[in-house]
Structure formats: structure tokens, C-alpha cells
């Protein structure tokens, strides 16, 4: 019994100590597993145990030096092997494919796909189908002719050639826009003077077929129905083709003919042809442009009579024929958006737009004022507060323009809807949004910089948007692509015209030279690659920007920091031109440099300015300044020869817009030669970059500007007038003349100087030239005024008042020049009586009897107020900051003896006294609401007095309440009697007067 125990307990203990053995691996047959890929004659590598360390990895170490940093990969090569690395793996399942056959369809999904986010709920694809795009463009101007002529022989052919010449003879003294109604029905005379599109429907309208009932648009009294002869004829289908149709209904809406369209339509349906609704709403849009209010009407009562759905372009143009009305009146507009808004049926957004774009942006029929913009904002926030809380891409585009307004520069504001738009939003901006804040940072000097970050990141996405995949460099390859592409992200001309208003205002003139050869150089490629935003070249508006940033530019380098030599300080300074042999001219140590030449952050703005219109070596004597010793024995000598010589003196300023400008005039006098000679176009590849700038006044004016700003003598300043003026009149044939901004600035410069005044050698040419100039404008503007009372409409004849110069603070601008330059130069007694003479023509009781208050537009939210809206349509004024010149003189003439010349400072107080008192009594009426009908002295305790703007006040209260409702309010807001008032002006006025004559 107990040898059976103890024979198990030994057992046990041998099998205990057998399993450990096994656990740790000692002399174990079936321990842990080792390689078995080994050769044969290698021995097996005995696994160690689990409670010993591995030995360490054997690491060579490699030290940290620039050729090791040179030796690693770059990071585009280890990007590329990371795509091959990742290809392969992708494509190791599928079948057998050739390299250009995956390059191709890499590159096709690459190109087609979506556009945007919107993009993704409409299904639109970027790349769409060549042949569906196709035929949706409208045909051009001449294939157009080419098919309405095919049409007239085939359809009038008895008579066709005899009308054709008549027509070719007398299609001078047709309107371009002659409606259909004017033409048909006239005298046989008066009908072979028709033209050919018309002649064409009248011979369609004989072979249609009769239907009593009225056609597609309803137009039974339409002049088509007045034309159809309905003979009963069997004529079968297909007499013009669709082709045809279209040329011809496209011809009458290039004519601004709505009527002749709308009867083209009756009679394609007669010939059973099917009506297009998109035909319907071209024509409403023709009646849309004209302000048509009631044509529009009729056609949407006529489209909901058929059973057609009224689309959002049909609810947007009845809001534009509001707008276009005459006489112009936004508030009918505003008030249908409003309707709609409490009806629970908003207009889209895009009928917003429409008002909104429409009251902000300057175009034929409206000159935008601080008014009309702050309607604009009132709209907006009314819109997103009613109707739609989200704004559009193109919303944000129009109120992102507004802030870059020249008299209302709002960039904060800008960058606020920059950022609610792409990162609130979510919307990726396009080429569009990035020019609208690049015009709104360039409206003030301290922010023009930004603008060309944002410059920076378009040029980034358009790399991105170019790049195309596996067309890098091959290795030890060259470049498999050479030519450049163009996409969605390329700065257009509007985009550089955007960034020359900040360049104007700082007189940064190496920014605008890079951006005016840029511009060349992109305006080359686009013509090479027929690229839509650049087939036309460099336009004027970016031109007038580049001269203007010529004539703010400030010199390095002063006159009076040359030193000249003896034979030649006779002549003015920037006309020497160093002969050989001659040394250059020197720079006084320490005077005239203001910045440095060629900084190394500016270093990509040294370039050449159209490269071959101005030598970099042929520069003036003034340029040829010697640079310290250091500097030129400095390291980078050879690096600085080998730069552009950039302008350091208004020599080299007026040298390249001289050089500039005759480009201009050449090619333009070029192009238009080649077109009359040959037709077709210029027989040599010659480049032509400034061929299609039209020679305006602005232009020119802008072109002269650099010679007022930086011309040595006034005198050559006014040679350069004559002969750019006797040029531009020979190439245009008469038609570009001087306008009322042209005499402004020439009286200016005559009166005022430049920064440092005028110089003693420059009075009498000044006093010469400014009485010259003044009896031009006083000859021209009496003919422009008469020119300008003609036009009928207040709003088409505001903006063209304001493109001539003829403003109100332009006509200040005159009057104070002139009455300064007669003060300084002339007589004392000329310039006074100029003074009354303008209080005569501009009375001071104009400023108050041509006041009008604020609208009321019935906004629930607003951003405006009246304190923030500066005033609009005052007319011209002066104050004692405009005759300052003219006071000290009346007070040097006379003395204490004789009274200070009492009679001449008692004029000019009563003047100026006059204007500023009816300026104060103006903006208290505004600053209150009050309307204009009241009294001269202003406030009045009678019933009329407490009529408020637009029959309400700032609380709300209507125009009928009581007199003592009104008397309460005025009480409440403090306003004290008029006669205090009038007293302590008086008194200020007195101390003022008497400090300036005691200054004197």
C-alpha cells in the first residue's frame, strides 16, 4: 500500500520536472521555432530564452553634413514613389493595361471632374459637351449677315439685288434699334429703305399658313399680325431651316427689337415650327433692358395664362424693368421684393442681386452715390434678415466690389465677407471673388500690400489647377511640356486694373511696371491660345492706372541732389544727355534718396518694361548718378549691372511714359491702317499689345499727368500738352477732345505747384496757361451743359455729367483753382470778382433749397443711418479753407490806416459765411430727418416746420400728426433758437478773421 503511494509521488515530481525543462527550452525537442529557410550546411540558430535581452542591431553611423543633406531624396521624389508605391498596389488585381493608356485616363478623370460644390447638386460637370456648348452660343456678327443674306436671295430673289443696294445706301440713316412697328406700314418710299432682316419676315408672314388663333406669345396686336396676309396655301414644312430661325431671331434681339422678335415667333409658329421658351424669355429681357415695364407684364400674365412656370429669370426681369424704368426710381423695385417678402413668396436671390448690382455698380443708366449704396446695404441685410440667410457666390462677389469704392474705401468690411464666405460658408473662391477684395484692399494705401498676397494665391491655384499628372521632368529627361496653359485662376485685366489702384495711391512704381509687363505677357499668350479674358490686349483703364502711378510716384533721387557741370546748367535738368568722354553728374552725399534701389524684397519687381519699348541702357544724365564707392565695389557689382536700371528721377519717369505712350499711339494708328488697307488683318506677324485701346479722355488726361507731376519747367509740361493733344486729335479724327477733368487738372497745377510750389521762372507761365485754360473750359462747358440738359432722364444724366467733369465737386475744384491762381499770379480785384461771380452763379440759398432727405424704403433692419451716409447732390460750394490765398492778400494790400481793405474782406466774409451757414442748416435737417419745406432760417415753430423725411421721423411718427406731437419732439431733441446760434457764428467768425489778420 504504501510502495503503490510513494511509487506515484515520484512520478509526479519526474513529470514536474521533465514539463519545466520543456517550458524554458532547455534540451528540448520541440522548443520554440527557428528559421527553416536556412541553407543545409548552416547550423540552426538556437532560439534564446525569454528572460535574456536580444542582442543589439549593428548600426553604422552616418553623420549629419550638407552632402549627406544633399544625398537624401528630395520631397516631390519621395512623393512620386509614394504614388508609384501606392499604384502598383491599386492596380496589382487588375488586368494588364498599357502605361499611355493609364497616363490618358488618369489625365481625362483629372480634367472632367466637378467644378465646385454646387456643381455636385446640379450634376454640371467643368468639361462640358463641345458640341451641346456649341450650340447654345449665338451665332457672330458677320456668319449672322452671311446667313440673312443667303435668306434675302433665296426668298426675295426677283428684287433682292435692287434692295440691297438701296439698303447698303441708306443703312446710315437707319436706327440701329428701329423697332419693327416704326418700319412696317410706312410709305413705298420709306419701305425699300427697310432693312434686310425685316423684309425677310414680311416674305415669311405671306406664306404662312392661317390660324385664327393667336400665337405662341400672344401678341394677336403685335405688327406681325398687322403683316400676315392669311392666304389660304399648302406649303409644306421646311422652307427656312433651324439654323435660319435662329440667325433671324437672333438679329432682331442684337437690334434691341422685342416687337419684331415677338412677331417672328408668331409666324415660326405658323410655319409649325415648335416655340422656344428660351426665345420667350430673350424677349423679355430686351424689354427688361429698356424698362418696359409693361411689356414685361403682359408677357408673365401671358406665360401663366399658358400654363408655362414662371423661372427665377422671369421674376428677375420685372425686377430690372423697375429699375431701368424712366424716370429711374429704385423704391418700385425694392417695394415688389418687399410685397413678396410679406406674402410669404420671396423673390430668389438672384432678383435681389439684380436691384442690388443695379444700385452699387456705375453703369450708362445710374451713377452710384453714397445713397444708392447705402440702399444697397440696407437690401442685403433686409434680404438675409427675410428672405435668404445664406448669400450666393455672386452676392458675395457684388457686396465684396462695393467696399472697394474710391470715395467709400471699406476693406474691413471686405475681408469680413471674405471670410464668412470661405470659411463660414464653405465656398471655394474663383478668379471673380479674389478681383472684387483685390479692388477693395487696393482702395487705401495702408492695404494695396495685401492685395498682392492675394495675387500670390491665385497664381498658386492656377498652378495647381494646371498641373497635369506625369508630366514632370523624366529622369536625366527634359521637359515633356513646354507650352503654357491657362485656367480658371489666371489674373485677367480687370484683376491688374484692381491691383493699380493701390499701386496710384502709394506711388508704387515697381509694382506697376511688373504688373504692366505681366500684363503684356499674359495678353501675348492669351491671343496665342485664344484665351476670352485676354483676346482684346491691354485695355485702357489699366493703362490710366499705370500713368497715374507714374505721376504719384515720388523721385529717389531730387533736382536739387544732382550737381551739374557748368556747360550744361542752362539746360533743365533730365534733357543732357552724357556725351562721350563726359563724366556723369554727381549726387551730393546724404541729400535726395528717400529708398533704396533695387531692395532685395523687391528684387522680382526689377523687369523691363515692355522689354523692347524701353532701352534699360539708354537712361538720362540724371540716372547716371554715381553710387558710393562700397556699394559699387560691394559683392553683388556684378549681380546689380546685370539688373534693370529702375527709375530714380522724374527724367527716367517721363522718359518710359513717353516711350509708352508713342507704343500706344503707334499701334493703335497701326491697326487702324491695316484694317483699312487690308481687310482681313495685318499682312506681317508683327505684336501688337496696345492695338485695341481706345483713346479716351481719361486716358490721355492720365498720360499728361505725369508731365504736371514731374516735368522740369512748366513750360515743357505745356509743350507735351499741345502736341499729345494735336496727336490724339490727328489719329481719332477729332473725335477724343478735352473734357472738364482735363482744364481741372491743368488749373490745379497752374494755381498750386508741384510738392514744392511753383518756382519764380514758372509764374508768368502758369498766370499764362491757367487764363488760357480758363476761358477753354468756360467755352467748352457751356456747350456740354446744353448737351447734357437734353438728355431727359435725371440718372443717365447725372453719370454722364459725371464722366465729363462736370460735377459738383469738379466744378469747385475749377472755381477754387482759378480764384487761387488770380490771388497768387494775377490781381487781387480778378480773383475777388471771380469769387462773386461764382456766389452769383451758385447762390449759398441752393444748398438748402435742393435738399432732400433720405428715403424711406420701408427696411424692418437697416445698416445705414443718416449720420453715416454722407451727403449726396449738394451744389458747389466754397469755404474760407478755398480762399485762404485771396483773404491774405486783401489784407496785405490795405492796412490799419485804411481799414484792411474792409470792403473786399466784408465780400469774402459774407460769402463764405453764407455757404458754411447753409451747410450747418443742411446737415442739422439731415442729421433730424426734416424735409425742405420750411423757411430760410431753418427751424420753424410752424405746422410745416414739423414735416418730417418721407412723412416720417427717425422714431417712426407719420407727417399728419399734431403741431404739438412735433413742437414736443423738437423740445425733447434740444433744438435751441436760431438767432443764438447766427449770433455765436458771428462771433467765431469775428476771431477768426481778426487771428488771420494779426497772423498776416
Not at 207 to 220: C, F, K
Not at 699 to 705: A, F, G, K, T
Request: with cysteine; glycine share 6%.
Amino acid at each position: 500500500m504504501l510502495r503503490s503511494t510513494f511509487a506515484r509521488k515520484v512520478i509526479r515530481l519526474r513529470s514536474l520536472r521533465a514539463g519545466q525543462r520543456t517550458i524554458h527550452g532547455y534540451d528540448a525537442p520541440n522548443g520554440l521555432p527557428v528559421l527553416t529557410d536556412l541553407p543545409p550546411t548552416v547550423e540552426p540558430t538556437r532560439p534564446f530564452p525569454l528572460y535574456q535581452r536580444p542582442p543589439e542591431p549593428q548600426t553604422q553611423y552616418i553623420p549629419l553634413t550638407q552632402e549627406t543633406l544633399d544625398s537624401l531624396p528630395s520631397n516631390a521624389r519621395l512623393s512620386k514613389e509614394l504614388k508609384v508605391k501606392l499604384t502598383k498596389k491599386a492596380i496589382e488585381d487588375l488586368p494588364e493595361l498599357q502605361e499611355e493608356d493609364i497616363k490618358r485616363f488618369y489625365k481625362d478623370l483629372v480634367l472632367t471632374g466637378v467644378e465646385d460644390a454646387a456643381g455636385l447638386e446640379h450634376g454640371r460637370l467643368a468639361m462640358g459637351g463641345p458640341e451641346e456648348e456649341q450650340r447654345k452660343l449665338p451665332f457672330p456678327a458677320e456668319e449672322r449677315k452671311d446667313i440673312l443674306r443667303q435668306m434675302g436671295e433665296r426668298l426675295l430673289a426677283p428684287s433682292y439685288q435692287q434692295h440691297q443696294r438701296i439698303n447698303e445706301s441708306a443703312a446710315d440713316g437707319i436706327d440701329e434699334g428701329a423697332g419693327l412697328s416704326q418700319i412696317v406700314g410706312a410709305g413705298e418710299d420709306q419701305g425699300r429703305r427697310v432693312p434686310t432682316h425685316v423684309r425677310v419676315l414680311e416674305a415669311l408672314a405671306e406664306l404662312a399658313i392661317e390660324d385664327q388663333g393667336q400665337g405662341p406669345s400672344g401678341t394677336s396686336k403685335s405688327p406681325a399680325s398687322q403683316a400676315i396676309q392669311h392666304a389660304r396655301m399648302d406649303i409644306p414644312l421646311g422652307v427656312v431651316s433651324s439654323r435660319e430661325w435662329k440667325a433671324l431671331f437672333e438679329e432682331f434681339i442684337a437690334r434691341k427689337d422685342a416687337r419684331g422678335a415677338e412677331a417672328l415667333l408668331d409666324i415660326m409658329h405658323l410655319h409649325g415650327v415648335p416655340v422656344d421658351e428660351e426665345r420667350i424669355s430673350s424677349i423679355m429681357r430686351t424689354d427688361a433692358e429698356a424698362g418696359r415695364v409693361d411689356d414685361v407684364g403682359r408677357l408673365l400674365l401671358e406665360l401663366s395664362e399658358s400654363g408655362i412656370a414662371i423661372t427665377d429669370s422671369h421674376k428677375d426681369c420685372l425686377i430690372l424693368s423697375l429699375l431701368r424704368k424712366t424716370p429711374s426710381d429704385p423704391r418700385a423695385a425694392i417695394n415688389q421684393l418687399l410685397s413678396a417678402e410679406a406674402a410669404g413668396q420671396p423673390y430668389p436671390q438672384s432678383s435681389y442681386h439684380v436691384a442690388i448690382t443695379h444700385l452699387t455698380k456705375p453703369s450708362p443708366f445710374l451713377q452710384p452715390n453714397a445713397q444708392t449704396r447705402a440702399v444697397a446695404w440696407d437690401l442685403f441685410t433686409q434680404m438675409r434678415f427675410a428672405a435668404h440667410p445664406t448669400p450666393s457666390r455672386e452676392m458675395y462677389n457684388t457686396m465684396i466690389r462695393t467696399c472697394g469704392e474710391a470715395t467709400q474705401p471699406q476693406p474691413e468690411r471686405a475681408r469680413d465677407l471674405w471670410i464668412e464666405m470661405t470659411e463660414s460658408e464653405k465656398i471655394q473662391p474663383t478668379r471673380d471673388e479674389y478681383t472684387a477684395l483685390i479692388r477693395a484692399l487696393g482702395s487705401t494705401k495702408k492695404d494695396y500690400l495685401e492685395a498682392f498676397d492675394l495675387l500670390r494665391q491665385m497664381l498658386a491655384k492656377h498652378h495647381d489647377a494646371t498641373f497635369l499628372p506625369f508630366a514632370e521632368e523624366d529622369e536625366g529627361g527634359s521637359s515633356s511640356t513646354s507650352l503654357p496653359r491657362f485656367s480658371a485662376y489666371v489674373p485677367s485685366a480687370e484683376t491688374f486694373t484692381a491691383l493699380l489702384e493701390g499701386t496710384k495711391r502709394a506711388g508704387d512704381l515697381n509694382r506697376a511696371r511688373w504688373i504692366l509687363t505681366e500684363s503684356v505677357k499674359l495678353a501675348r499668350t492669351g491671343q496665342m491660345l485664344g484665351s476670352k479674358e485676354w483676346m482684346k490686349g491691354v485695355d485702357e483703364d489699366l493703362l490710366s492706372g499705370v500713368f497715374m502711378t507714374y505721376a504719384a510716384w515720388k523721385p529717389v533721387i531730387g533736382r536739387h541732389a544732382v550737381k551739374l557741370k557748368e556747360g550744361i546748367k542752362n539746360q533743365p535738368i533730365g534733357q543732357h544727355a552724357a556725351t562721350e568722354g563726359e563724366e556723369p553728374p554727381e549726387i551730393q552725399e546724404g541729400e535726395g534718396v528717400e529708398q533704396t534701389v533695387n531692395s532685395a524684397e523687391d528684387e522680382w519687381l526689377d523687369i523691363d518694361v515692355l522689354e523692347e519699348l524701353v532701352d534699360p541702357h539708354s537712361i538720362t544724365s540724371e540716372s547716371q548718378a554715381n553710387r558710393d564707392s562700397d556699394q559699387v565695389q560691394s559683392a553683388d557689382s556684378q549681380h546689380e549691372s546685370e539688373r534693370t536700371v529702375v527709375p530714380i528721377s522724374s527724367a527716367d519717369a517721363i522718359r518710359e511714359a513717353d516711350a509708352l505712350f508713342q507704343r500706344i499711339l503707334h499701334d493703335v494708328q497701326y491697326a487702324r491702317s491695316s484694317a483699312l488697307d487690308y481687310p482681313q488683318g495685318p499682312q506681317d506677324h508683327a505684336y501688337l499689345p496696345f492695338k485695341n485701346v481706345h483713346l479716351t479722355p481719361r486716358l490721355i488726361n492720365s498720360y499728361i499727368s505725369v508731365h504736371l507731376a514731374h516735368s522740369p519747367t512748366l513750360e515743357s509740361a505745356k509743350q507735351t500738352y499741345d502736341d499729345t493733344w494735336s496727336a490724339v486729335a490727328e489719329i481719332s479724327g477729332g473725335a477724343v477732345r478735352p473734357n472738364g477733368w482735363t482744364y481741372l487738372h491743368v488749373l490745379e497745377k497752374c494755381s498750386m505747384g508741384n510738392r514744392g510750389g511753383i518756382s519764380a521762372s514758372d509764374r508768368a507761365m502758369s498766370l499764362a496757361w491757367g487764363q488760357e485754360s480758363w476761358e477753354s473750359y468756360q467755352t467748352w462747358s457751356e456747350n456740354a451743359k446744353s448737351v447734357l440738359d437734353a438728355i431727359a432722364e435725371p440718372s443717365v444724366r447725372a453719370r454722364q455729367t459725371w464722366l465729363a467733369g462736370l460735377g459738383e465737386r469738379q466744378i469747385e475744384r475749377v472755381w477754387r483753382s482759378i480764384i487761387r491762381l488770380h490771388a497768387v499770379h494775377g490781381s487781387v480785384d480778378a480773383s475777388l470778382s471771380l469769387l462773386q461771380e461764382f456766389a452769383t452763379r451758385y447762390p449759398s440759398t441752393d444748398i438748402t433749397r435742393t435738399y432732400a432727405p433720405m428715403p424711406d424704403m420701408g427696411f424692418k433692419v437697416k445698416m445705414s443711418t443718416a449720420a453715416t451716409t454722407p451727403e449726396v447732390a449738394v451744389p458747389p460750394y466754397l469755404t474760407f479753407r478755398d480762399v485762404d490765398v485771396l483773404h491774405a492778400r486783401l489784407v496785405r494790400t490795405g492796412g490799419p490806416e485804411n481799414g484792411w481793405n474792409a470792403e473786399g474782406l466784408t465780400a469774402v466774409k459774407t460769402i463764405i459765411r453764407g455757404y458754411e451757414g447753409r451747410l450747418k442748416e443742411r446737415r442739422r435737417w439731415r442729421m433730424r430727418g426734416w424735409q425742405r419745406g420750411r423757411d430760410t432760417r431753418g427751424v420753424s415753430q410752424t405746422a410745416n416746420a414739423g414735416q418730417l423725411g418721407n412723412g416720417q421721423d427717425n422714431n417712426g411718427l407719420s407727417s399728419n400728426r399734431a403741431q404739438t406731437q412735433t413742437q414736443q419732439l423738437l423740445e425733447q431733441a434740444g433744438v435751441f433758437d436760431e438767432a443764438e446760434e447766427v449770433e455765436e457764428d458771428e462771433r467765431l467768425w469775428e476771431e477768426h478773421l481778426e487771428s488771420q489778420a494779426s497772423h498776416t
